[in-house]
Structure formats: C-alpha cells, structure tokens
C-alpha cells in the first residue's frame, strides 16, 4: 500500500506585516543629530594670524644705515649677507662675527627671500640668525637696492642702503 503523502499548511496566527520599523530610523536620525551638534561648533572656529603692519616712510625719513645687515636667500637657496655669497655651513659663524660688532640694540637683520625660494630654507636663515645672536629680524617685502656708485652719499660696495624711491 501506498502511502499518500498531505502538505500541511501552516496558516500563520498573524497577518504578514507591511510597515516599515522607525525604531531603527529614529535611532539613526538621532545619532547623526548629535554627532552635528557636536561637528558644527568646531566648524566655526577661525585661525588667528597676526600680520604685521605696514606703513610708508617718507623716503627723507628713512635711515641712511651703511652698516644694515641684509641677508637674501635666491630661488636657487644660495644665502648672501650684504651681497656677498654664503655657504650655509658659514652663514652662523660669518653672521656671528659680524654682529658681535654691534651692540645689542643695533643687531639687526634684514631678509629679502625670493618669491620661489624654499620655504625651509628661509626658516633655516631666521634661525640661525638669532644663534648668531640678532636682536632685531626684519622682512622686507621688496628688494633692497643698493646706492647708485655716484652718489655722494653712496654705501661703499657691498653694503646696499636704501635708495630714494622716484
């Protein structure tokens, strides 16, 4: 004999249910408001730099200072003190004995760097200029041109003064 084989059914005690869980979607929304409230404070927050200020000085006004220490750095990273060409090995010691000539308040140095010059490079000279023992570093956003040869007035070579501006 055979034995006939029944499906049985098994009817289930609820209807299959078709709408959408918010638990979940709530948790969410929630989590993702807090992590804004949170985000959006430091978003806000602005760098401060202090830029320094600038102001025009009548050209009759300007000191005639033959003994000005300027230090350029090319785009190349070749140091020079008073156009006189550097190595960087001998840029502390030659900076050193020049400024040891000075008193403290007239250690001044002046850098002019070239607009493609290594960024580091220029750090590196700011530095050692104060191991040097520079009181005073300035940064001159033009290049300082020395004095025309027949000037009276004129710096001897290699000290470059600030020149009338037309």
């Given at each position: 004999?055979?034995?006939?084989?029944?499906?049985?059914?098994?009817?289930?005690?609820?209807?299959?249910?078709?709408?959408?869980?918010?638990?979940?979607?709530?948790?969410?929304?929630l989590?993702?408001?807090?992590?804004?409230?949170?985000?959006?404070?430091?978003?806000?927050?602005?760098?401060?730099?202090?830029?320094?200020?600038?102001?025009?000085?009548?050209?009759?006004?300007?000191?005639?200072?033959?003994?000005?220490?300027?230090v350029?750095?090319?785009?190349?990273?070749?140091?020079?003190?008073?156009?006189?060409?550097?190595?960087?090995?001998?840029?502390?010691?030659?900076?050193?004995?020049?400024?040891?000539a000075?008193?403290?308040?007239?250690?001044?140095?002046?850098?002019?760097?070239?607009?493609?010059?290594?960024?580091?490079?220029?750090?590196?000279?700011?530095?050692?200029?104060?191991?040097?023992?520079?009181?005073?570093?300035?940064?001159?956003?033009?290049?300082?041109?020395?004095?025309?040869?027949?000037?009276?007035?004129?710096a001897?070579?290699?000290?470059?003064?600030?020149?009338?501006?037309?």
């Amino acid at each position: 004999m055979a034995m006939a084989k029944t499906r049985k059914w098994v009817k289930p005690a609820t209807p299959p249910n078709s709408e959408i869980n918010v638990t979940p979607l709530v948790d969410v929304v929630l989590v993702l408001l807090i992590i804004f409230m949170v985000v959006t404070p430091l978003l806000e927050k602005d760098i401060e730099v202090r830029i320094p200020e600038t102001e025009d000085v009548p050209v009759e006004q300007m000191p005639q200072d033959n003994n000005q220490l300027i230090v350029k750095l090319d785009a190349n990273g070749t140091y020079s003190i008073n156009t006189d060409p550097v190595t960087p090995e001998e840029y502390v010691n030659k900076l050193k004995r020049m400024l040891a000539a000075k008193t403290k308040e007239d250690r001044i140095v002046f850098f002019v760097a070239d607009d493609k010059a290594n960024y580091g490079k220029l750090v590196a000279a700011f530095d050692g200029a104060k191991q040097a023992g520079a009181f005073v570093l300035g940064m001159a956003t033009e290049d300082i041109p020395a004095a025309p040869a027949g000037d009276p007035g004129a710096a001897p070579a290699g000290d470059p003064a600030p020149a009338p501006a037309p």
